[in-house]
């Protein structure tokens, strides 16, 4: 596990990103360009080297709570730059992502984020809305359906 001056000197070296110190030494890290109201990409980062990235819009696997975040205790140096970057990548995203979902029956439907929605279309006929990416993939995979590479 890395220590708490590891981490902090890797999230310090995204130059996007300030640091904010909160309460009982905890440290969050905004990234101001950000396209979405979300701002905060690394939150309460404390000196015994728990803390949490924003990956809510990542399109990785990552376990996130309820407000998007993922622990990042026992990440890896090289982890920790990736979910980073990601987290930053995810925020800064204006371009239309389309994504196309199959099932086993050869049904598809296109996954496209519009406006900070994730709507999910059959054909010109909206099937549903999602907030973020990973609630539209995990309704997606519920009802038998896989991303095309």
Not at 37 to 64: C, M, S, T, W
Not at 104 to 126: F, P, V
């Amino acid at each position: 596990m890395l220590t708490f001056e590891e981490k902090l000197a890797i999230i310090e070296s995204f130059p996007e990103l300030q640091r904010h110190d909160v309460s009982l030494g905890r440290i969050n890290f905004h990234f101001e360009e950000s396209v979405m109201d979300k701002k905060i990409v690394v939150y309460r980062l404390h000196p015994n080297g728990n803390g949490f990235v924003y990956a809510e819009q990542i399109n990785d696997n990552y376990p996130i709570d309820s407000k998007g975040m993922v622990n990042i205790r026992d990440f890896t140096e090289k982890e920790l730059r990736k979910v980073i970057k990601q987290s930053i990548d995810s925020l800064s995203e204006s371009e239309l992502i389309e994504e196309t979902w199959i099932n086993s029956e050869n049904q598809t439907l296109m996954l496209t984020n519009d406006y900070n929605a994730w709507n999910i279309y059959a054909g010109d006929d909206l099937d549903g809305t999602h907030a973020t990416y990973k609630a539209a993939a995990d309704y997606l995979h519920q009802e038998g359906f896989k991303r095309l590479e």
